[in-house]
Every structure is written in C-alpha cells, then in structure tokens.
C-alpha cells in the first residue's frame, strides 16, 4: 500500500507545520526503533509496538506481543480502523484522514514534546567516574575530531582525485555523507561525491549537474534571461533535494517556489517580451486566464506557405483558429442531418476522436478514419465507384485526364447517358461532353477534364473540405493549390491537460463529459476555439484544500524545464 505520513509540529513561533513523507509497503510499522516507518520515542512505546495494514480494503491495527493502543480512548490490542480514528500511544497521537488521490492510506501524526530528560536519564554518564579529567578530555576528543573528521577525509579526498586509492580503505569520503542519496544518484555517481560536490567547501554547482543532465532545459530562454532582471537565481539544489534516500522524490514541489517569481513578475524578473500575468495560485482572481499557442499566416500574408506560419499567443476567450479544413461539429453531431454510414446512428465524438496512449492528446483527424465513410472522391457521377487519390491533388488531375482521355478514345466504352447535373457557381457542366462536344475526341477529353478539374478545386469536390488557391493560371494544372490543413494538437504550449483524469465530470460521462468542457454541438465553423477556458477548471480546482474540490499545484500543470526544448535538445546529442 502507498502510505501518506504527516507530521505536525509546533515550529518556535507556534505555528503548526505539516511535513509529508510518503512510503509503499506492506505494513506500517510503529515503534521506538530507528527503522520503523513511524517513529515514536517514549519510555512506554516498545520497539516494536504495533502496525497498520490493509486486507481487504479495510485497515487494522495489531499490536506485537504485549503492548497495547488507545483507539479512540479505548485500550485495545488490535482492532479495525475508519476514517478519523485517533490512536494514542504513550501520548502521541495518530490520525487517519482520507488519502489524497495516488494514496491508499494517510496519516496524521503529533509527537508529544519530547521529554528530554527522559533520553538524558538513560544515557548519563559522569566523565568525573573515569580516568579522564574534563579539560584534557575535550582538548583529545577536539584533536581525535578533526583528525577523523577533517584531515583523514581531507588527504583523502586528494588522493581520490588523483585517481589512487586511499591508504586507510574504511576512510573515505562516505564520512562525509549528509545522507544516503536518491536512488537514481546512488546508481548514477555511487560513492564519487565529486560529481556533485566539485569543489570542496562550496554549495553544489549547477555545472554539476549540468554535467550529467545535459538535456534539461532553463525555465528561463537564454534570450530572457538577458533582459530579465533576475536577483538571486534558482540555484538547481534550491529545488532538487538530496541525501535524504529519494523521500523527496528528489523535487521539491511547493508552489511557493513559482509564486515568489510569479506573484509580481514586474518586480521580480523586469519586462520581458512576452508580458506575464501576475500568478500567486490557482483560484478566481490569482491566476490569469488561459492564452493558447495557434499557428497563424504572418499579418498580410493570408496565403502564406505553412513552413512560413508564426506561432500566435492569443487569450482563449477572442482566438480564432485557422485550420484550413472546412467543418461544421454542430452539423456532424446533428443526428437528422448526419448519420453513421455503418449503423445509421448519431456521430459520437470517438468516431472521429481516439485518445492518444498520453492521455493527454487525441490521434490526428483524417480524411481516411473519420470522413471518407461518407465522403467520397467520385468525380463521374456515371461511375459511381470511381474515385481520385486523396492528399496529392497533382495525382487527382492526372487521374482525371486519364480517365477522360480513356473514356472519350475508346469506343468500346459504353457511353452512359446521366441523369443530374452538376453545377458550377455560374456555368452548367454537362455531365457528358460528348453529348455536345463535336470535335476530335481528344480535344473533347481535355474539356471535359479540365471542367472537371474547375469543377473540384472551385466547385464541389475537393472545395468542399478545403480551401483552394487560385491563381486563374492558363495550365490547369498549375492552377489550384490545396492550401496545406493544420489541426493544432497542443492549444496549451506551457500547460499539460489529462483527459484521462476527466473521462467523468460530475455525474457526467461519455460524450456528456466532452460536452461539459467542449460546446461542439454550438461550434458551426473550424475556426471556433472550444477549449474550455480558466472558469471551468475553477468548478472543481484550487491550489488550496477546499471542500469537494481537488487541490492542484503549479507542476501538477506546468513542467518547470519546458518539454519541447528538452526533447530538441537530446536530438542533438
Ligand atoms: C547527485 C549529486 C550529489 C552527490 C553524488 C553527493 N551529493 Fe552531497 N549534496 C548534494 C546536494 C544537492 C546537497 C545540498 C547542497 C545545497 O543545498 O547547496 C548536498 C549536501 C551535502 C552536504 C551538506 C553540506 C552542504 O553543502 O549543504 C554534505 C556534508 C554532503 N552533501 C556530503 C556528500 C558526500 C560525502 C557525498 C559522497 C558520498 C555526496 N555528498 C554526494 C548533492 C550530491
Ligand atoms: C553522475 C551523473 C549525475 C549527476 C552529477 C547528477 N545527476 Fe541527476 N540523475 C542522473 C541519472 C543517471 C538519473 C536517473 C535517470 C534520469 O532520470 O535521467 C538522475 C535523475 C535525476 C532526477 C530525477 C529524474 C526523475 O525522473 O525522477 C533529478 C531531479 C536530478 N537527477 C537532478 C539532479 C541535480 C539537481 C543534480 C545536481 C545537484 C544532479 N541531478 C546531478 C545522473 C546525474
Ligand atoms: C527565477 C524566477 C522564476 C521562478 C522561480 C519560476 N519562474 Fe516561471 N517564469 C519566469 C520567467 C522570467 C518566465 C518567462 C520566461 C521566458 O519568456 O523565457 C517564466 C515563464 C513561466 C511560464 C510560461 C509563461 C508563458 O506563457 O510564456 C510558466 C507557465 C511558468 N513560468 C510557471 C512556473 C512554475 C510552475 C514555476 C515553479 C515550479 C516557476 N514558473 C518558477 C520566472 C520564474
Ligand atoms: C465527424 C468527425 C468529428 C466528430 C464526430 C467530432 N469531431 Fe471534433 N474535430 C473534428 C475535426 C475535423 C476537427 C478539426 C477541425 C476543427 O477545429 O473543427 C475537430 C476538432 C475538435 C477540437 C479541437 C478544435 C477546437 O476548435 O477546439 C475539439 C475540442 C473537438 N473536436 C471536440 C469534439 C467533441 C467534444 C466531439 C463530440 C461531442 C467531437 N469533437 C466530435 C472532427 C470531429
Ligand atoms: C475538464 C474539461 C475537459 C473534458 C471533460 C474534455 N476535454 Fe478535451 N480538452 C480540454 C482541454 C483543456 C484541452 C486543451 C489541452 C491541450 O491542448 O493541451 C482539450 C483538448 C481537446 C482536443 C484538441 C487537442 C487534440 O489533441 O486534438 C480534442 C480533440 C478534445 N479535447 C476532445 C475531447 C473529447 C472527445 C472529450 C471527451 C472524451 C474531451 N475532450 C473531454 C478539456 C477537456
Ligand atoms: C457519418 C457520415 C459523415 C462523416 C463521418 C463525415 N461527414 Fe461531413 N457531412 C455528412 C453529411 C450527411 C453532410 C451533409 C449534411 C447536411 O446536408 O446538412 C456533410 C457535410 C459536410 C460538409 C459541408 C459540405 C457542403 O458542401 O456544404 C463538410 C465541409 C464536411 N461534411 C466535412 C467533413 C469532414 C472534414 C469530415 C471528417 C472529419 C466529415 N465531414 C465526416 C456526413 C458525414
Ligand atoms: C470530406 C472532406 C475532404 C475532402 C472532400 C477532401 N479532403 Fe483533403 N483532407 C481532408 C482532411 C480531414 C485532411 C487532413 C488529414 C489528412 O491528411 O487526412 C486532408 C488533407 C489533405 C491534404 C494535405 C495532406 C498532407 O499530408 O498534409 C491535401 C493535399 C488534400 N487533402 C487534398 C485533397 C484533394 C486534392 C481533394 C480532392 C480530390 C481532397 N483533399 C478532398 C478532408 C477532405
Ligand atoms: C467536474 C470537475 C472537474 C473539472 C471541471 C475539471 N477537473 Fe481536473 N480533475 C477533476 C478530478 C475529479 C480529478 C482527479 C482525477 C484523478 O485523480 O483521477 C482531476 C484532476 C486534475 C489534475 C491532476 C490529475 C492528473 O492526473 O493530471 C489536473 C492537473 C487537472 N485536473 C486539471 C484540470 C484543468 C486544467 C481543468 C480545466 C480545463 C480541469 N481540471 C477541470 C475534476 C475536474
Ligand atoms: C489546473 C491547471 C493549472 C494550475 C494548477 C496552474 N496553472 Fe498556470 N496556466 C494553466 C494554463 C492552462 C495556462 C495557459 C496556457 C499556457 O500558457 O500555455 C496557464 C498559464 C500560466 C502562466 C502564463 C500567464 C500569462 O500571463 O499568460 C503562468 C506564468 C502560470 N500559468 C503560472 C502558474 C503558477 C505559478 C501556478 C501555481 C501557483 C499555476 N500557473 C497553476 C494551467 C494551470
Ligand atoms: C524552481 C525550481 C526548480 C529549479 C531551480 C530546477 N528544477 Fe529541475 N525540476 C523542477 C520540478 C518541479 C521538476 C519536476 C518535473 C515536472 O513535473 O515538471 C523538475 C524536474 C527535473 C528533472 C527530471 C526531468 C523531468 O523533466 O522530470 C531533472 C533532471 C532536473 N529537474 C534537473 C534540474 C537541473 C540540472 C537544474 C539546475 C540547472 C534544475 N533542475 C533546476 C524544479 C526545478
């Protein structure tokens, strides 16, 4: 089980202050020993006193050999436990409080105040009752000190660095030790301390750990961080703990960190390009609202190359989308306008959305999954079963002047008479120009293609999904450009989203769900933005505990090194 433990303790100014470790085990063990996951020091509590399990989905207690616990002020030797149950043992007080999510057991502990006389009594001892007398005692135990402590080490680390071995094995470095590192460090630098602590009697140095972790990308642009008026800056070990055995997770995950840049970015960082909204938490008023990253045709371009598009910062609440693709979700979710071609039913939002294995993003759109069920690419209504290559329009044009060139020269073809016309904006293209085209069959082809060819790039084919350039050039072939489609996969740049977490809102689910963050069923035009925006999130979130709302930090949405960088960067290597 993953067991939430908190401490309280009363800090010198009489503040209470919480502090959370967390552990995964099959049982809690409580006692006065040192590897006990819950440490309680007294005269009565046993070294091995009792411990909490789970069966079942319930949690016990169960004392070990004779000592005993007070479950609410009731002296039991075992017994179940329910949610804000007080356990006494020999003054301190234990209590269960509902796990956050990811815990399957959480626990509040508050230590008695210490009695120090009580670890005084047991270990007193009068140094008058030996051989030694107090002042050439201290003058040794100073020298013997410093000769361990400081000189052995010192030499040795030298010698280390050297690359030989030390003379006295057992003294190494390891002497030094403020702890056992994280598990990944342990693996990683082992009992080589100089990959962090690279020069003696100094705090660890970023270049340490750049070192190792070339990949990891400034929250800060270097190009910011030029302009910016940055005082101290974030050393990495400000927020990376160590020594501690990975009980940290080696993060430290407060949002106070982020709040003290961001609380007043104009204070603390000075202007920098992009004007940062003041944040101080996440809760009306505290946190701006959501912009999202667009790619956009430069201003005046409309008809920009994509390669030539610029990323767009716009607030959610005005942005305008440009994906070049024509679609309407109110007309596909309208059940008497459009119907499965499979079973007849309504669309839903899986027939066209799939959640990547992220659970954050969705599979791209395509023509093939989610439109070509119902559209298809027929271009001679008299060959129903015909249809042009999809994603090259060059390809299309070839096929239709194939199939024209082919169709008007062999005369073992059956020419069918047809029965609807189509219709360009102004002019009729008769279905078959062979019923008023006299001339040489191949002059007779080409007009009909090249009618065609209008006829899906300005008219009813292709046009219909996409948007199409004209350059009215002579050759049709040059005439048309599909302007490439752009589906944006990431709106939050520097946020993450899970929708996994969210496949149930309320008493929402299925499309329901979707529904209560994405207004589809009012969207008729692709350039509608229907990510929900800051007031939503707010329904059921703050950084702070409020009651049937889940808390949130800052990292459990921002990644502090930005993502996109990191992932550039280790291409490089
Ligand atoms: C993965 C990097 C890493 C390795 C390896 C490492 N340390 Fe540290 N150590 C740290 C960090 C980070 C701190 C906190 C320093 C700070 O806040 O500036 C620290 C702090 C300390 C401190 C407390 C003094 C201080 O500067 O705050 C001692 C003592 C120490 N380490 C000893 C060792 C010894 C001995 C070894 C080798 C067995 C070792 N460390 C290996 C990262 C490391
Ligand atoms: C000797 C090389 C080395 C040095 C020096 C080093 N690290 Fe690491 N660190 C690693 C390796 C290897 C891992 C585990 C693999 C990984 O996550 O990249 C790791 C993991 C981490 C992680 C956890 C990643 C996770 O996914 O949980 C953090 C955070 C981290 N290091 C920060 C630091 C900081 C801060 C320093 C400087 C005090 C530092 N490291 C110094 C090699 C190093
Ligand atoms: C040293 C001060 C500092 C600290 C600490 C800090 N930030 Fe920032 N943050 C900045 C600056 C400066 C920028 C602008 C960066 C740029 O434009 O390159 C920024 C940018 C951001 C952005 C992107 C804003 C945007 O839209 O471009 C987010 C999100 C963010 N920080 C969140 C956080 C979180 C979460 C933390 C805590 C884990 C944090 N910050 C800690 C200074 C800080
Ligand atoms: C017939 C296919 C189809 C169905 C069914 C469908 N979508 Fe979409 N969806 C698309 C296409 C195509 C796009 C990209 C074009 C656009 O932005 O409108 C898209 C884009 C989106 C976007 C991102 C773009 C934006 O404007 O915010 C969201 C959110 C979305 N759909 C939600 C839904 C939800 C919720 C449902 C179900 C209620 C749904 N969709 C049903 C085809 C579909
Ligand atoms: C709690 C609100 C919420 C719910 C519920 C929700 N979404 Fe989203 N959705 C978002 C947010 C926020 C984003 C923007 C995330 C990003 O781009 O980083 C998003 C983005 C999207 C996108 C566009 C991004 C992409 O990867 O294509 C689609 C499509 C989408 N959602 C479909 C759905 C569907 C289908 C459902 C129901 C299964 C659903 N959403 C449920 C909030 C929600
Ligand atoms: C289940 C069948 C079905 C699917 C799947 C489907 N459509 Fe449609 N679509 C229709 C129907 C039927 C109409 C006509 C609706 C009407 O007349 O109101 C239509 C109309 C349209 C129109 C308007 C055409 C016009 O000439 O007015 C566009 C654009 C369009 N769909 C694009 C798409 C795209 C893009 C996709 C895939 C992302 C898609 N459709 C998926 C059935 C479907
Ligand atoms: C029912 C709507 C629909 C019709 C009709 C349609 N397309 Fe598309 N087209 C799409 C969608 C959706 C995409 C984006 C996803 C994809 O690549 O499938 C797309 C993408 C494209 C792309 C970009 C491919 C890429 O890899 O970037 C081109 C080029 C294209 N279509 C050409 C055509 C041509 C030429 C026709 C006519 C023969 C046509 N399309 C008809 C829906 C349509
Ligand atoms: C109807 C209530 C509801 C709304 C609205 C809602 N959430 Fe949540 N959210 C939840 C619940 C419940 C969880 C816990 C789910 C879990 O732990 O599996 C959660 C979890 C989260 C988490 C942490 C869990 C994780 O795995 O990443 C984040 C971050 C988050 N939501 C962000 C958002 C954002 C951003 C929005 C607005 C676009 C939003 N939520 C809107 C109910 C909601
Ligand atoms: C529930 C999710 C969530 C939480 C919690 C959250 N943010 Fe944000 N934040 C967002 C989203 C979404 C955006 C807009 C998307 C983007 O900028 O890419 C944003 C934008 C920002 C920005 C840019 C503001 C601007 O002016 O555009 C900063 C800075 C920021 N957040 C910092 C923080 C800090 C600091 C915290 C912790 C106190 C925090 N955020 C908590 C989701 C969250
Ligand atoms: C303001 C606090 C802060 C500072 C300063 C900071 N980090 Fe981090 N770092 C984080 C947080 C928070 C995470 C947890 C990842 C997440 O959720 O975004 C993290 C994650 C990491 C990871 C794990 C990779 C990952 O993305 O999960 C590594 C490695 C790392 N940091 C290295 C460093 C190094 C090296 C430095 C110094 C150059 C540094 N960090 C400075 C807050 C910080």
Avoid at 360 to 377: G, I, K, N, W
């Amino acid at each position: 089980m993953k067991a939430l433990i908190r401490y309280l303790r009363q800090g010198p100014d009489g503040v209470i202050e919480a502090q959370d470790s967390d552990a995964t085990v099959n049982e809690l063990t409580i006692g006065s020993a040192a590897d006990r996951q819950i440490q309680l020091i007294g005269r009565e509590v046993g070294a091995d006193h009792a411990a909490i399990r789970a069966s079942g989905g319930k949690l016990a207690i169960a004392c070990r050999g004779r000592f005993r616990v007070q479950i609410n002020g009731k002296s039991v030797a075992s017994g179940s436990l329910a949610l804000g149950d007080q356990i006494d043992i020999a003054g301190h007080k234990l209590r269960l409080f509902k796990p956050p999510a990811g815990f399957d057991v959480a626990i509040e502990v508050t230590l008695t105040s210490a009695d120090a006389s009580e670890f005084e009594n047991a270990f007193r001892t009068d140094l008058d009752k030996t051989w030694l007398s107090k002042r050439s005692g201290a003058w040794l135990l100073a020298i013997l000190t410093l000769l361990l402590a400081l000189a052995l080490p010192l030499q040795s680390v030298f010698i280390h660095r050297q690359g030989k071995p030390t003379p006295i094995p057992s003294v190494d470095d390891a002497l030094w030790s403020a702890g056992p590192l994280s598990p990944a460090h342990e693996l990683a630098a082992g009992k080589k301390c100089s990959a962090c602590h690279q020069q003696l009697f100094v705090h660890v140095q970023d270049t340490a750990c750049r070192d190792c972790h070339r990949s990891v990308a400034d929250h800060i642009a270097a190009s910011t961080q030029a302009l910016a008026h940055l005082g101290t800056q974030q050393r990495c070990a400000q927020c990376h703990r160590e020594h501690d055995g990975g009980a940290s997770q080696i993060a430290v995950r407060d949002d106070t960190l982020c709040v003290g840049c961001h609380a007043d970015p104009g204070a603390s960082f000075g202007s920098i390009p992009r004007k940062l909204g003041a944040v101080s938490g996440f809760a009306r008023g505290t946190h701006p609202a959501f912009s999202i990253q667009l790619l956009k045709p430069p201003a005046g371009s409309e008809m920009a190359a994509l390669q030539d598009w610029v990323q767009s910062r716009e607030p959610l609440a005005t942005a305008r989308e440009r994906s070049n693709l024509k679609f309407s979700h109110q007309q596909h979710l309208d059940g008497a306008r459009v119907t499965r071609a499979r079973d007849g039913g309504v669309l839903g939002c899986a027939d066209c959305h799939t959640l990547e294995n992220d659970g954050q993003h969705f599979l791209p759109v395509t023509m093939e999954t989610s439109c070509a069920s119902c559209h298809q690419l027929t271009f001679d209504p008299n060959e129903p079963t015909r249809q042009l290559p999809h994603g090259k329009p060059l390809d299309a044009i070839y096929v239709i002047e194939d199939y024209f060139a082919r169709k008007y020269s062999d005369p073992t073809l059956p020419v069918k008479k047809s029965t609807q016309a189509r219709r360009l904006p102004d002019k009729e293209i008769p279905t078959d120009l062979a019923d008023v085209c006299t001339g040489p069959s191949y002059i007779c082809a080409n007009r009909r293609a090249a009618a065609e060819i209008e006829n899906q790039f300005a008219g009813r084919g292709c046009v219909s999904c996409h948007e199409v350039q004209d350059s009215h050039a002579k050759d049709i072939q040059e005439r048309f450009q599909v302007i490439p489609v752009h589906l944006t996969q990431d709106y939050f740049e520097k946020a993450r989203f899970n929708h996994r977490a969210h496949a149930v809102q309320k008493n929402l689910t299925g499309d329901a769900a979707c529904l209560s963050c994405h207004k589809a069923k009012d969207s008729k035009e692709s350039s509608q933005v229907m990510i929900p925006d800051i007031g939503n999130c707010l329904q059921c979130h703050s950084n702070r505990y409020v009651k049937d709302q889940v808390t949130v930090q800052c990292v459990s949405c921002h990644s502090y090194h930005p993502m996109a960088i990191m992932q550039a960067n280790s291409q490089e290597q």
